[in-house]
């Protein structure tokens, strides 16, 4: 893990996610993954809950400034929001209002969180996004969701046209070799 933390690694197939397996409900109730499980035992759900384990109890990962702090972590819940947005777009999922019946667009939706998003690392990106020459968590969720937004949804949307401070931003990103292209081994 990025933030030095050790910890095993275990893998659920699809088989156990879709329906969750017994175990696996047993340490979430959601049936959804990732669970973090510390050697003591009560299971830690949900991510952003994952990482606030991990910044109250192991390590730090937002800046203890207060300003710099909520902005990290509303650039971690727009990240969130965006992929929310952008699975529902893979599901074929759409929101209609229950006063208009009117749908939203998911692409429209996205892309008002991202031009939010390329504004604070327009303005913010040195104090949000680096630490000492490390990235840091709030960099890692953004990277990861533009990640995913080019994987599943690049017909449909081309953020980089509007947003060049964090299509400069990732560039930076694409370099480590987390985000490298993976071929399956045959
Ligand atoms: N809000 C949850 C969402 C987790 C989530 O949707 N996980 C997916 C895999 S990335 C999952 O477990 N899907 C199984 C299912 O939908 O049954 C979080 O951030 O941890």
């Not at 893998?11 to 669970?35: C, D, R, Y």
């Amino acid at each position: 893990m990025n933030a030095g933390v050790e910890f095993d690694w275990r893998a659920l197939s699809l088989q156990e996610l879709f329906p969750p397996s017994e175990e696996l409900q047993s340490k979430n109730p959601m049936g959804l993954v990732p669970v973090l499980e510390p050697d003591d035992g009560l299971a830690v759900i949900d991510s952003p809950e994952i990482l606030n384990y991990i910044d109250d109890w192991i390590t730090p990962l937002w800046s203890r400034e207060r300003l710099t702090g909520i902005r990290s972590r509303r650039l971690s819940a727009m990240s969130q929001g965006i992929m929310t947005y952008a699975v529902r777009e893979f599901q074929g999922l759409r929101v209609t209002s229950p006063l208009s019946g009117e749908t939203e667009s998911n692409i429209v939706l996205i892309g008002r969180v991202l031009a939010g998003v390329n504004s604070e690392i327009q303005n913010n990106a040195a104090a949000l996004c680096f630490d000492e020459n490390n990235f840091t968590q709030a960099a890692w969720d953004i990277a990861a969701t533009l990640d995913y937004l080019d994987f599943r949804m690049s017909s449909l949307l081309d953020w980089r046209g509007k947003c060049g401070p964090l299509a400069a931003f990732f560039e930076k990103f694409k370099a480590e070799r987390i985000f490298q292209d993976t071929r399956p081994v045959s």
